[in-house]
């Protein structure tokens, strides 16, 4: 691609972030490549991708990553705010401090880093920020209230964002993906696990937890490169959408979710905790 964009994405160690990085660069983007564990993301040199690591939770990790790119690029063209993670668990299970901490990384991270960037953005009149949200930011999953709470808060945030900056000739969008085939899903329910043993969630959270397991072990599962695809058109194209929905259970999900009355909805997910799998 001629005339690539400098693009800096967050959460690039694994999954959806791993594999944008790498088709961004192989489209001729100059891609920057960021996240807390470097050695998973050494194989994206290959690609040409600059990486380096950042805690989105730390404020001088955060300023070096800009510094960085805008010491090499001289500006920053795109930034992907997708680092993130799910702490799944009973509100009343779940430790505040765990919950601050998921929303330190899902939220204020991503904010402060927005922050940083944007003045690089607004000098150069030009300038897309796109948000990894979830179809978790439009609808409550049973026992992952904390992870809802952060991606409602991404939504809103990211809503607000758009209107401020559409003068300043910056495009903001979200990504809302639904059940996705990596390891997120699996690394959700084992905190699931540990926030039910010895509660009186322990029955239901324990079996929520092994069916959440295996349910992203499945095949029925979109792969992360539906989610690259999107990316990739929110990056590259003309005039982007506010938001690209993907994957087949985020399309079921607001499918079911605008029918069904609120206390159908309820037991539905309420039902996930009492089926039994192998």
């Known amino acids: 691609m001629k005339n690539g964009k400098v693009i800096l994405i967050t959460g690039a160690s694994s999954g959806i972030g791993f594999d944008s990085a790498r088709t961004l660069a192989k ?16 194989p994206l040199k290959a ?12 404020e001088e990790s955060m300023k070096q990553g800009v510094e960085t790119v805008i010491q090499a690029e001289g500006r920053i063209d795109v930034l992907i705010n997708n680092a993130g993670y799910g702490y799944f668990g009973a509100i009343e299970n779940v430790p505040l401090e765990e919950a601050r901490r998921q929303l330190e990384v899902n939220v204020f991270g991503l ?16 300038g897309r920020i796109i948000n990894t949200s979830s179809i978790a930011g439009k609808m409550v999953f049973y026992m992952g209230g904390w992870y809802n709470v952060t991606k409602y808060s991404v939504e809103a945030l990211s809503d607000a964002l758009r209107m401020e900056m559409k003068p300043f000739g910056i495009d903001v969008m979200m990504i809302e ?7 997120w899903g699996v690394i959700a329910a084992r905190h699931l696990m540990e926030s039910s043993v010895g ?22 599962l979109s792969s992360p490169e539906v989610v690259t695809k999107a990316i990739s058109r929110a ?5 982007p959408k506010a938001r690209y929905c993907r994957g087949r259970i985020s399309i079921t999900g607001r499918v079911l979710h605008a029918l069904l009355p609120a206390r159908w909805w309820d037991a539905l997910m309420r039902q996930g905790g009492k089926i039994k799998v192998k």
């Open 27 to 42: 489209q001729g983007h100059r891609v920057y490549a960021a996240a807390r564990r470097t050695e998973l993301m050494e």
């Open 47 to 58: 690609y040409g991708v600059k990486v380096f690591g950042m805690d989105v939770t730390d």
């Open 111 to 126: 904010a402060r880093l927005t922050q940083l960037v944007l003045p690089y953005m607004r000098k150069q009149r030009s």
């Open 177 to 183: 993906p639904g059940a996705i085939k990596t390891d």
């Open 199 to 220: 509660t009186a969630y322990e029955q239901i959270g324990t079996q929520w937890a092994k069916n959440m397991d295996w349910f992203y072990k499945t095949n029925w």
């Open 235 to 239: 990056v590259n194209s003309r005039h």
